[in-house]
């Protein structure tokens, strides 16, 4: 892997740091005091990324845009789009996390139909607007145990179940539900349906209260005898683990961009930070850090680990673009991230003193907001599990 970032990235990370700086953090608090209230600002920024995604879509920035690179004849890749996706990610959450996860288009069901849908599939749903709904009140980060149903009955699948934590799910045009043929069979049974709202049988049971990304909403969705056409499953229809396989592959694709999200919250609270500090910190890098005071070698450290878990993310990106089986390492992205990603969140919030903890500041809102992103996309202790089977070449039978 080649750690200088491509030059033709550089103007879609300018241009999504601009818009973090001038668009998302001026209204931030706004949205963050009214929890469910719809920023439409953002659909003037969604039309922006549309407009550019599809003018030029080898330097995409989008959700719907995680899908594998083109690869060349001669092994090259054609464009990277799941790095140049983590990269505009990271500089859009140095804005605000809520803000692109609220972003209309832009959603994990994106990238879930990226990774698996067919061409016809594709083309129908272009321009659609996706939340992802996987977890359930039996079922959380063990995406094996969802106890969802979808019956074949002639044309149609008949849905039953319950969603929860489902981000943007009230907002969204349609929702990948992920549910089960037979949950006797396990996770092989397991498949993903487009289900669009307005389809009988589908209802918001509720909008989440949440501690951070206040500004994206997050619904609870009942399914009760909801008919949904067949050709809304996406990808095989056939009962085998090795479908199943293809559905989990849009997490290889979105745990290093869920990981990017938690690099760009704490980018700005260690900049904002340094700020804070300056009148009584000279930085010197060329220093022993045992020479130098608390503060400063903390945010040394943490400058540190940030960088750790940044190339972890792009090298978990790169290999996905470039069609290298990405498992482990965007499990290991994900971990390091959002632990770090936590860590000097809160750790920022201690060391600007009381101006951290107020509302004068962004701080504590960039540490609420960090909370989560160590949760999603699958928390701290099943990426450890995730890595452990891997490196230890286990099933998850063998080691649970």
């Not at 009760?224 to 009962?239: A, I, M, Q, S, W």
């Not at 979105?254 to 009148?279: I, N, Q, Y």
């Not at 503060?295 to 750790?308: G, I, K, N, Q």
Request: hydrophobic letters at 40%; aromatic letters at 8%; proline letters at 3%.
């Amino acid at each position: 892997m080649n750690i200088e970032i491509p030059k033709k990235f550089k103007p879609v990370i300018h241009n999504a740091r601009q818009v973090a700086l001038n668009s998302f953090r001026p209204i931030s608090r706004k949205y963050d005091r009214a929890e469910h209230a719809r920023p439409k600002e953002l659909d003037m920024v969604a039309s922006v990324l549309d407009g550019f995604n599809e003018g030029d879509p080898a330097n995409s920035a989008g959700a719907s845009q995680t899908g594998k690179g083109k690869v060349k004849d001669d092994g090259s890749v054609k464009n990277g789009s799941n790095m140049m996706t983590c990269l505009g990610a990271l500089e859009f959450c140095y804005g605000d996390t809520g803000f692109l996860l609220g972003m209309p288009r832009q959603g994990l069901g994106n990238a879930a139909i990226a990774a698996v849908a067919t061409d016809e599939q594709l083309e129908r749903f272009k321009g659609k607007w996706a939340a992802m709904a996987i977890t359930e009140p039996g079922a959380g980060s063990d995406s094996a145990a969802i106890r969802t149903t979808a019956k074949e009955d002639g044309d149609h699948y008949v849905l039953n179940g319950e969603k929860i934590y489902v981000t943007s799910g009230e907002r969204a045009d349609c929702v990948v539900v992920w549910a089960s043929l037979d949950p006797k069979l396990g996770r092989a049974a397991i498949k993903s349906f487009v289900v669009e709202w307005g389809t009988p049988g589908m209802e918001l049971a509720r909008l989440e209260k949440k501690l951070g990304i206040r500004a994206s909403d997050t619904a609870a969705i009942s399914f009760n005898d909801c008919r949904v056409p067949k050709e809304n499953l996406l990808g095989n229809p056939e009962v085998d683990t090795k479908g199943f396989g293809g559905v989990m592959e849009t997490f290889d694709n979105t745990r290093p961009l869920v990981a990017c999200f938690a690099l760009g919250v704490a980018k700005a609270s260690l900049e904002r930070t340094r700020e804070l500090l300056a009148d009584a910190i000279n930085y010197d890098y060329g220093k022993p850090v045992d020479t130098v005071s608390a503060a400063e070698a903390e945010l040394y450290r943490m400058e540190a680990d940030w960088e750790a878990a940044y190339w972890l993310a792009m090298k978990a990106a790169w290999m996905a673009d470039n069609k290298k089986s990405n498992s482990l390492e965007a499990s290991i992205s994900k971990a390091k991230a959002g632990r770090v990603g936590n860590q000097i969140t809160l750790r920022c919030v201690e060391l600007a003193g009381s101006v951290g903890y107020t509302e004068d500041e962004l701080l504590e809102k960039w540490a609420r907001d960090s909370k989560i992103l160590d949760i999603f996309e699958g928390t701290q202790q099943i990426q450890q599990l995730i890595i452990a089977r891997r490196v230890l070449g286990l099933s998850s039978k063998e080691l649970k």
